[in-house]
């Protein structure tokens, strides 16, 4: 089955989301199965309602009412973990729980089909809502991202949750890792990745509940959450803008300030006039509170899409002793540090602080571990033209992704010689201990003022071409310079993976106009996506006749920085071209398994 696209390129608005309710939770918490207690168990779940009546906003401009009702999932004993992997493109995706028997991990293989993708758990939250007669006006189920934490559940909870931020959406990703900390408490509300509703105001009756398939898997009593809901209408125009601002600020708690928006999902809050929105923020393109885990992805990469939280720059401590005696030390228990196959999340990137100044001494490329360089296939493959600033051109436009297999993070510091146009490049290597033990010059960081983008480049990290039927190449996009930033976790099960990238603000990792040096760093598991809607991102193809394509997606093209393979650097996405000028088409076959744009 293939994918057709004729539209116009067209940018995406931010959905909206609102703000999660403060969370004082009181609850009972089941026992555990029968058949978990004579085989190994699994944590203590229970769905929890952290208020019995929540008010939700009704803005006229907006298409509905997001259904944010303050419901969580709650885990004690020992943490929800799942790891979703899938092992290529043409197998499907495979979902296994860390179960613990005497203490011990052991890893328990869930049903074939609980998941399709890795962007949560479908169907897991029932919603019912009736209004004051008692008349059902909605009847929906929601998907939902354990990834969402929002808080500890008492005070003797560990202080940080080891897991990710959010589940990636990605539709070329590979693993990922979903987890309720024990102690913590998962909101169930899915933030802008789910659909409003259309409420009158009034007040009604939210019902949610667990679905029976899952309250089977888990062990999940089957007791329902009630919440009264008052919904209110609002205008923007009303708000008069500034207020409409403010109150998008408190309570949809977002990162977009005036001057800018969060456009690169859960891991990044854009500087200022940033591939952004100018002005007052309206609610729709607020994003939630980092805490409050209402958007369950960070994939959108650079350009503006869907809103979502920022990252917190988790520091996990050593708790190797701790763990090891409250739920056993053996090499696959649960504990902090890496092993063969697995990372515990607790690797923290160096900060994004530059070397006071250009390193001394002889460049070398020591015998450590190197990072890996691998392209994703383009997706987001529409047709766009040049609008009124190139007329008559017809351009192939897409999203494509760079990531790093590991097990080392690529490190490039650059340093800029007063007065000098461009900074010279630095590649660094770093030993087990994460002491810096060599450097090798790797090219250079260019400034690129081009709306969305407006920060330093490192170029020749990746090269997009299109190529013949025959992959011999007919067109080459003239952008080759990348701003280095974890958007998007595509495997965080591969050994040394950093769940918790650092560098997930632009503003941070790609300098300003005025630096005189600037670190890029692209942590393990991680990938920087650039999306359709920004320069460079595209052919034109307006003298490229219809036929059989493929979209190249080249990383690390010079070979100058230096990666443990250079043999897995390529990635292919086969499109086909059709219509007139002025009116082409472009068809995207599945890739393997893969039926998304």
């Known amino acids: 089955m293939t994918t057709t696209r004729t539209n116009r390129l067209r940018r995406p608005l931010l959905a909206g989301t609102t703000a999660v309710a403060a969370m004082a ?33 009704s803005w006229k401009e907006e298409p509905g009412v997001y259904l944010d009702l303050g419901t969580y999932l709650t885990a004690e004993g020992t943490p929800l973990e799942l790891k979703v992997t899938r092992k290529s493109y ?50 929906r189920t929601e998907s939902f991202c354990p990834n969402n934490a929002s808080g500890r559940i008492r005070p003797d909870a560990p202080a940080t949750s080891k897991y990710p931020e959010s589940c990636p959406t990605n539709p070329f990703t590979l693993g990922s890792v979903w987890g309720v900390e024990k102690g913590w408490a998962a909101n169930t509300y899915g933030g802008s990745y789910t659909q409003p ?40 125009e009303e708000d008069n803008g500034v207020s409409a601002a403010r109150s998008a600020a408190g309570e949809h708690a977002g990162h977009g300030t005036a001057g800018g928006h969060a456009g690169h999902g859960a891991a990044h809050q854009a500087p200022a006039g940033h591939a952004g929105h100018h002005g007052p923020v309206k609610p729709s393109q607020a994003g939630a509170p980092e ?21 917190l720059p988790w520091a996990l401590k050593k708790q190797q002793a701790a763990l090891a005696g409250a739920q056993g030390a053996d090499a696959a228990g649960p504990r902090t540090g890496d092993a063969t196959g697995q990372t515990d999340g607790s690797r923290k990137a160096p900060a994004l602080v530059p070397a006071a100044k250009r390193p001394t001494g002889k460049a070398s490329v020591p015998d450590v571990p190197k990072p890996d360089l691998r392209s994703l296939p383009a997706y987001g493959i529409t047709i766009s033209d040049g609008t009124e600033n190139v007329p008559g051109k017809d351009y192939l436009a897409f999203s494509a992704n760079v990531w790093n297999a590991g097990p080392a993070q690529l490190v490039v510091d650059g ?16 030993d087990a201990k994460g002491k810096q033990v060599g450097y090798t010059p790797t090219g250079t960081m260019e400034w690129d003022p081009r709306p969305g983008h407006v920060h330093w480049h490192f170029t020749d990290f990746a090269s997009y071409r299109l190529l013949k039927a025959d992959k011999k190449e007919a067109v080459r996009s003239g952008k080759e310079a990348f701003c280095l930033a974890n958007t998007d976790a595509v495997d965080y099960t591969v050994k ?3 769940w918790h990238p650092f560098n997930t603000d632009l503003a941070t990792a790609c300098g300003q106009e005025n630096s005189i040096s600037v670190r890029e760093v692209l942590d393990v598991g991680s990938g920087d996506t650039y999306t359709q809607d920004l320069p460079g991102q595209s052919f034109d193809i307006t003298d490229v006749p219809n036929g059989t394509y493929y979209i190249q997606v080249l990383a690390n093209p010079a070979k100058r920085l230096k990666e443990t393979n250079l043999d897995n650097n390529s990635a292919l996405r086969k499109v086909v071209l059709g219509g007139k000028p002025g009116k082409r088409t472009v068809t995207v076959p599945a890739h393997d398994l893969v039926n998304a744009n």
């Open 90 to 139: 043409k197998d499907p995706v495979v979902v296994t729980q860390t179960v613990y028997e005497g203490g011990k991990a052991k890893a328990k293989t869930l049903p074939q089909g609980t998941v399709k993708d890795f962007s949560g758990l479908p169907g897991f939250a029932e919603i019912t809502l009736t209004d004051k007669a008692g008349k059902k006006v909605v009847s």
């Open 197 to 236: 509703v259309k409420l009158a105001a009034g007040t009604y009756t939210a019902r949610v509940g667990v679905a029976k398939k899952y309250r089977d898997l888990f062990g999940i009593a089957d007791k329902p959450a009630t919440v009264k809901v008052t919904v209110q209408e609002r205008s923007w």
């Open 415 to 430: 340093f800029r010689s007063p007065g000098k146009a461009k900074m010279d490049a630095y590649q660094y290597f770093y």
């Open 291 to 311: 805490t409050s885990g209402a958007t369950p992805s960070y994939n959108v990469g650079h350009g503006p899409l869907k809103a979502a939280p920022p990252a």
């Open 496 to 498: 040394n993976a950093n």
């Open 25 to 57: 939770v009181t609850a009972g918490f089941m026992a555990a199965s029968p058949e978990q207690a004579t085989a190994a168990t699994g944590p203590k779940l229970s769905l929890v309602a952290a208020t019995g009546s929540v008010t939700l906003t």
